[in-house]
């Protein structure tokens, strides 16, 4: 059975900081890894997805890497601010099921 | 684009009642949809996934007589949980895949269900 983890589960830090977000998934054989925002009481809002053959993606201040083989990825924010605070989720597809097995999340303050 | 919606979003209601959640893929037609419950604090868990005009298959724990989902049309799934608990009070978010897209999933934002 899949299990996604996320640490750390809270982070707090300074504006204009960079940071990394790490999640690990302990079943290798998935179809795409996706990470995900999701501010207080609010839905999810897809920031990056990246499929098994892909080793990276990026977009704007955000680059997330993939080691399929390894079974992790890391979420890079570069120079954060105050309103990238927010939960931030990953996700794996388990074998283009299309069925997403979630982290629970890191929480990410980002003071100003 | 690529926009999903629930309604409400958010509602209160008393147990032993029951409470339709509609998902709407506003600009694109969906293959499938996805219901997932996330409780305070946990991740998302799937609860059960649909495709248009045929019965959805439910996760494993999940009671399909309690939570009935209905998948009528490319752009329209609902959810409605039956009997109403306490236990039931949850945020409940869809997500649907775009017919013509990739697998990547698209959410909602959310119905926050209290059952008093």
């Known amino acids: 059975k899949q299990e996604v983890t996320q640490i750390p589960a809270a982070l707090s830090v300074p504006e204009g900081e960079n940071l990394v977000l790490n999640c690990s998934f302990t079943d290798s054989a998935i179809y795409n890894l996706q990470w995900f925002r999701q501010d207080p009481g609010k839905g999810l809002t897809s920031l990056l997805l990246?499929?098994?053959?892909?080793r990276e993606q990026t977009s704007g201040r955000l680059n997330a890497s993939l080691d399929k083989s390894s079974g992790r990825s890391t979420l890079y924010i570069a120079a954060s601010q105050p309103g990238d605070s927010a939960t931030y989720l990953c996700a794996v597809d388990q074998g283009g099921s299309e069925k997403l097995v979630f982290g629970k999340g890191t929480k990410l303050t980002v003071n100003p | 684009g690529a926009v999903v919606s629930q309604h409400p979003s958010w509602v209160i209601c008393k147990s032993g009642t029951s409470v339709k959640i509609e998902c709407r893929s506003l600009?694109?037609?969906?293959?499938?949809m996805f219901w997932y419950r996330q409780f305070p604090k946990q991740s998302l868990m799937l609860m059960a996934t649909?495709?248009?005009?045929?019965?959805?298959?439910?996760e494993q724990g999940v009671e399909k007589d309690k939570f009935l989902i209905n998948h009528a049309s490319l752009t329209l799934s609902t959810l409605t949980v039956t009997s109403a608990h306490p236990e039931d009070s949850s945020f409940y978010i869809c997500?649907?895949?775009?017919?013509?897209?990739?697998?990547?999933?698209?959410f909602g934002p959310g119905t926050r269900l209290t059952v008093t």
């Open positions: 649909s495709n248009e005009g045929s019965k959805a298959t439910y």
């Open positions: 990246i499929q098994s053959s892909q």
């Open positions: 997500s649907a895949t775009h017919i013509q897209g990739t697998y990547e999933q698209y």
């Open positions: 600009d694109f037609q969906a293959t499938t």
